[in-house]
């Protein structure tokens, strides 16, 4: 029974550890489970898996149609993150369905999907949920006659070197893609009013979407830049979906491909397939791009601690410090464009926050009071100018309107998880004794009080005793 | 209909059947080697154990990649270790020594002879396949390493009887007797097993026994899995048995086993050599695996195949398939054994050439390629009548010695899908505005589609747009490429995208605005003309702006639907907002400091005049009682007048109310008191006065 119940104990302790999505508390042990198609996916696109491994990530190989995967296990979830390499599955095996994808996303998991020519109903029903739209037709294939990668052997122009990339560091690095990446597969339309969807990798204006094998007699559906060969979404809850309208874009025999653009010189040894997609898949596993803001604080100018209530036209301070995760470690986040909100119905004062400078100028000043080797000054400054660099601030005064207002980071930029912080205070208007007193403008008005009390007491004297 | 479109169909999977037969395999070559050094690390000199090393080295050495010296102290020193522990199970040595018959490390006569002893000894009691497997090919290797060792087995008969019987009906075999499950894998093993088994064999076998055993692995070749490219493997049947080995490596275990039992059996094994290709092609057709063990069974297999006695594969191959009219290049074919050695005389010959326009018809008659000694290839100058577009070419190897036919394996007619690629001619590019009505040419513009074009027209809602132009072949042919299409892009990005149709060489397309109103959402204003002509096959494939038209629409009428909204774009959405600071409101305007000064100094004015005009009237304090008591009160009340002022100062100053309010009450009391003392004196001297 003792036995039991430690082994209960444990379990109820150890579960919740186990398994969960990104989480800033827990970010690293992440596990994902890989469904293929066929386990030679397993060689034929090692590099792209060796990368994942290599950068510590547990990788769970599976068959899509194997009846023992599940994602969840008593209701936790096993796995961190799904990689879908599985296009033409019609069913998944085990308790996995189109419903338990999305849950698992819903929580908060990561999930990168692969689609290729005659790609399932259900990885196009996946990608319809997640806010991407695979061409209708199964044959058709993205075709780009020309900016297609050059090649002796493949001649029908399927295999496409692109280099629209997005522009965003934080997706894809801020080492730049020289080559081209190797495309060969599908295309998809994002849905315009879905903002939360981001074309990563684009066709070019001339690339369309049909059956290379019969002739065209109406426009295909998809042209030009308008498709999108490589998609990201950063769900609400911060989940990251990558989709690709290509399996073999992750293939090694891509990576390794030598590229010429047609219509450029220019030869490249190796694709970028390589560089793009382990730069992308750090950004859908977290490690790049996620921000946690802690220490947020607010104070009167000249004091120390957090009031209740403010008073109107009151001068403040407030700071906040963000990091970023960085695969292993939380880094101090730095940009000019984080910005604060003093709200309530509408902003009142929005200020763009810089990054503390004012805390440097104070330190050596302070440490100077201790027995401090001045020859350490400058170390000291040095690190801490690293400790505070995540750390904004900036000052302001409490407009002169009274209620409950907000301070409000609304966070939002291309590629990163978006901040949203928001602290309630309320701002009361001035006391009774707060007013300004003794006014120059009211001396007329005490005077005339003075020398009519000073004429009362005079009176008083002459009326009673005067003869 | 239904038939039509069964029919439409069975063309469309005969096309796709086509087209997937025509995929071209290439034999092993230089990316392979350096994808082995990649892929084969060996650190601090040695391997992370011998079954390692030995797939490390046997890949290099089929390879030809020179390593050994790198690896050989560290690695010899473990199978010398292996070798010498006698508590070395039969999987350690028999990889300790497939090392070893590569590195050919100094092993001792003796610790063969005790090795030898010891697996004898095993595979007379041995009961699981692995153990038989392991045990014989141990001895067979030391066989192969040293003269001296007597490694023959006595009971061979035995043995084989053992292994064969757990063998299923079906070619497959089981691991153990009391392991029911049966493994296409296991079947590898064991007809490696046995062919070891008959190369030790003391006496001869059975022969019969042999003849029952070619007849299980024809069976085998039963349940082979086939791709569409003609590829043939072999899979485990049982789906747990499939986690554990992977179809590469079941094939590969297949092919080991097949080959070394052809080695050592005499009299052919009734495979038929397409098998054999289709093993061959499946190998060729993984391309470069990504990790050491598929890496190794790929090699080792076609390495196996490379010189078997089935039949040993030929693969023809070209370098490229798609030809340029303009470079005028060559069709070269190469034919090789997989591994890239080259195959005997032979004669390549161009069957037919079916364009895929029409599937029957052959564009051209048979021809014969020229063979080229220096380059080993097969070459042949693209025949006049091949005009630009996608072929399939069906080639046809001929062996040229009859006896060769027995010992490779060509596969007959080869299909490769071959792209002539060529400069299309652009004439004849004209775009013309029309009046609708009566069909009067408006603006007529020459275009020319090789260049830049900057045309700007503007058109009414009457009127129709012309575009036409001619595309011909190198020859003079008329050219229809795959996508023809006219963009119209309107200024808010709204676009439209229209197929230009052809008849013959002319390409034209006519857009009568009057019927596309609706589809241009009645949106008026500039829209850029692009014109996008690409094809495969059409080297000069082009996306070009031409220039733009002024549209001038009706007005929409308030059913009609509205444009798509534009896509968001995202880096603008995502910026930082415009600062917000907030308006104070701005203080009442005050009267200057020296107004107020002067009319407070203009308020004494009257107290002045007052005290004035008291010593004017002469007043003085002559009823001031001149008694003790009375005098007492009355500066008592004037006292308390004073302070009750004095309190009203000090609420101005700094007093609240309260504190105002309980002073004033105490100085009310006392003053109550005093007044009514002095002022009834008052009235009581008064009287006295009145009534003296």
Known sequence: ?467 | MATRNLGGFLVLILAIAICEAASVFQPISDSHRSAASELFTATDGSFGSLEEAYEALRSFEILGIDKKSDIRTATCQSVVDKLGSSSSAPKDLFYALKVNSILKCKVNDKIFEGIAARLNAIANTASSLLDFYHSIGSLVLIKDQSSEVDVLLADAGGIFHSIKSLSQSDGRWRFSSDNPESSTYAAGLALEALSGVVSLASSEIDHSKISTLKSDILKLFDSVEKYDDGAIYFDEKVVDLREHQSPLSTTASVVRGLTAFAAVTSGNIKVPGDKILGLAKFFLGIGIPGNAKDFFNQVDSLASLESNEVAIPLILSLPATVLSLTRKDQLQVKVNTVLGSSAPPLTVKLVRALSSGSKVASTIESQELKFDKESESHFLDVPKSVDVGNYIFVFEVVLHDSEDEKVYATGGSTQVQIFVTGVIKIENAEIVVLDSDVGSIETQKKLDLAGENSLALSANHLQKLRLSFQLTTPFGNAFKPHQVFLKLRHETKVEHIFVVGNSGKKFEIILDFLGLVEKFYYLSGSYDIQLTVGDAVMENSFFRAIGHIDLDLPEAPEKASRPPTPAIDPYSKYGPKAEISHIFRVPEKRPSQELSLIFLGLLFLPLIGFLVGLLRLGVNLKNFPTSAIPATFGILFHVGIAAVLLLYVLFWLKLDLFTTLKWLGLLGVFLLFVGHRILSHQASTSAKLKSA
């Open chain 1, 1 to 467: 029974m003792l036995k039991l119940l430690s082994v209960l104990t444990f379990l109820t302790l150890t579960l919740p550890f186990l398994a969960h999505s990104f989480s800033p508390d827990h970010p690293t042990d992440r596990r994902i489970l890989v469904l293929l198609d066929d386990l030679a996916l397993k060689s034929s696109h090692s590099l792209f898996f060796k990368s994942l491994q290599s950068r510590g990530f547990e990788l769970d190989f599976k068959l899509a149609d194997d009846a023992k995967i599940s994602l969840q296990r008593y209701g936790l979830y096993s796995y961190d993150a799904l990689i879908l390499f599985s296009p033409s599955v019609d069913r998944f095996g085990g308790s996995i369905d189109l419903a338990a994808i999305l849950d698992f996303v819903d929580s908060g998991h990561d999930l990168i999907i692969a689609a290729d020519t005659n790609a399932s109903d259900l990885i196009r029903q996946i990608a319809v949920e997640c806010g991407v739209d695979f061409d209708e037709d199964p044959a058709a294939v993205v075709i780009d006659h020309t900016s297609y990668a050059v090649s002796d052997t493949e001649g029908d122009h399927t295999v496409i070197a692109s280099d629209d990339f997005i522009k965003s560091d934080v997706i894809l690095g801020s080492k730049k893609i020289e080559a081209p990446v190797l495309f060969q597969g599908i295309g998809h339309t994002v849905n315009s009013e879905n903002s939360l969807v981001l074309k990563v990798l684009s066709a070019s204006p001339s690339a369309y979407s049909a059956n290379p094998k019969s002739k065209l007699s109406n426009p295909p559906s998809l042209t030009g830049s308008a498709i999108s060969l490589v998609s990201v979404v950063q769900a609400r809850n911060n989940a990251r979906v990558l989709i690709s309208g290509s399996l073999s874009l992750f293939s090694d025999r891509l990576f390794r491909s030598k590229v010429q653009k047609a219509g450029s010189p220019k030869k490249h040894e190796k694709s970028a397939n390589e560089q793009f997609l382990t730069e992308l898949s750090k950004w859908v596993f977290h490690e790049r791009g996620h921000l946690k803001a802690v220490n947020v604080r607010h104070h009167k100018v000249g004091e120390a601690d957090e009031p209740a209530i403010y008073r109107i036209n009151d001068d403040l301070e407030y700071s906040v410090e963000i990091y970023e995760w960085h695969g292993k470690s939380w880094e101090p986040y730095v940009a000019d464009d984080v910005q604060v909100q003093f709200y309530m119905m509408s902003p009142y004062v929005l200020k763009t926050l810089s990054t503390d400078q004012k805390v440097m100028h104070v330190i050596p000043s302070r440490l100077s009071v201790f027995p401090v080797d001045f020859l350490l000054i400058p170390f000291l400054i040095f690190v801490l100018f690293f400790v505070l660099q995540g750390s904004y601030f900036t000052a302001f005064k409490v407009p002169d309107v009274y209620g409950v207002f907000q301070f409000k980071v609304e966070y939002q930029r291309l590629g990163y998880t978006s901040l949203s912080l928001s602290k309630q205070i309320p701002v009361r208007p001035f006391r009774h004794n707060e007013y300004e007193r003794f006014i120059p403008a009211a001396y007329p008005y005490y005077g005339a009080a003075f020398s009519m009390m000073a004429g009362f007491f005079i009176f008083t004297a002459v009326h009673l005793y005067s003869k």
